[in-house]
């Protein structure tokens, strides 16, 4: 069941910026397959010319850029009361999944950290929102279902509010992860047009978005992918590179269907469980999180 449950996902590297960038035609990829595609003993900043065009997003580095904007809509997010130990998931089946992120609010036993005990910090900063899944995430969402006010949770959110402002309401998170776009891989404008009503509705209230590429390609072109970079790099907010990060796993990490990713336990010291997506996505999520988080509290 978890193996045809699984929504398409992808992995990061953390020193992912001295690979070489990879070609639309991820069956070239093959070819650097062997090559590591995250850091087995710790994170490096990873640093790319800000400058580099999001048609090129395929290069850019799996773990996110940070900038000082991002750190100042931190900082108004702070004043204005946002839990600075909460975040939201925002999206669909990828990220609403229960083998995603749960696992660290249920204690060790359920995960292994194994090389990347760095990441205690972060599991031990925003215990609870791991396991939560909140009402801006369920498998099917698109963009139009989160901004629909008739798709709300009728006993918690108030008439008139969407999924997405009853979430930021009820839980006032500091930051947002969002991971949205196979469900509209056949309606591009209407894609980018909801993406671009959420990203408004997140940094009107000055919550930090944590932008993820898809891992799958069902539209052939990578259309979608490309406008998410395209509008991380607009708004000027993080970029989750995880299409990058399962290229170099089995089949890309996807399940013959090439949509749902591969499933595997988030053990992150088990050599079997790493050649699976799942894992790769549990692993640099929290990463990405990590890195995020890190980069906005430390002091100037």
Request: include cysteine.
């Amino acid at each position: 069941m978890l193996l045809t449950a699984a929504c398409s996902a992808q992995a990061a590297p953390t020193n992912i910026s001295s690979q070489p960038p990879l070609p639309t035609d991820t069956s070239v990829a093959v070819q650097w397959t062997n090559q590591p595609a995250y850091s087995q003993t710790g994170r490096e900043t990873p640093v790319v010319p800000q400058v580099v065009s999001c048609e090129e997003w395929q290069s850019w580095p799996v773990i996110p850029i940070v900038s000082e904007s991002v750190r100042e809509l931190y900082q108004r997010g702070q004043a204005d009361g946002n839990n600075p130990r909460a975040f939201s998931k925002v999206g669909d089946g990828e990220i609403a999944a229960e083998w995603f992120f749960a696992a660290f609010d249920l204690g060790p036993d359920y995960y292994d950290l194994g090389p990347h005990q760095n990441l205690v910090p972060v599991i031990e900063h925003f215990e609870g929102s791991f396991k939560r899944i909140g009402m801006a995430a369920r498998r099917g969402f698109n963009t139009e279902r989160i901004l629909d006010p008739a798709a709300r949770d009728r006993e918690l959110c108030t008439a008139g509010e969407s999924p997405l402002t009853c979430e930021l309401r009820f839980h006032r998170p500091a930051f947002a992860i969002l991971s949205l776009g196979t469900n509209q891989v056949w309606e591009p404008e209407e894609f980018e047009q909801g993406m671009r009503q959420i990203l408004d509705i997140l940094l009107s209230k000055n919550v930090v978005p944590i932008l993820s590429t898809k891992g799958d390609n069902l539209e052939g072109d990578h259309r979608i992918n490309r406008t998410i970079a395209c509008l991380a790099q607009e708004y000027d907010v993080p970029l989750w590179n995880f299409w990058l990060a399962i290229q170099p796993l089995p089949r890309h990490g996807l399940q013959s269907d090439l949509e749902h990713l591969t499933y595997g336990i988030t053990d992150f010291d088990d050599e079997h469980a790493m050649q699976s997506a799942w894992t790769i996505r549990n692993l640099t999520a929290l990463q990405a999180l990590d890195t995020v988080w890190r980069v906005v509290t430390v002091q100037p």
